[in-house]
């Protein structure tokens, strides 16, 4: 999943669960001005903050990575 689909759906799921940008920084421990950058599109949020936010949205963060296909 790209960075913007990734940004895309934690935002939804905070505007589906009625979170504020405000709330959502005071739950997570992130600042308010990262959260509006990273909806945004203009901040590059750490994998650490994407884990706390997607904590407090009630998802599940999984990290794939795969080895090329080496024919």
Request: no cysteine; net charge positive; hydrophobic share 40%.
């Amino acid at each position: 999943m790209h960075l913007s689909m990734l940004i895309n759906t934690i935002k939804v799921r905070r505007e589906t669960l009625n979170v504020s940008q405000e709330g959502l920084a005071q739950l997570s421990g992130v600042s308010l001005r990262t959260i509006k950058q990273i909806e945004s599109g203009k901040g590059n949020p750490t994998l650490s903050t994407i884990e706390l936010l997607a904590d407090v949205l009630g998802m599940e963060l999984k990290l794939v990575i795969k080895k090329p296909d080496t024919k």
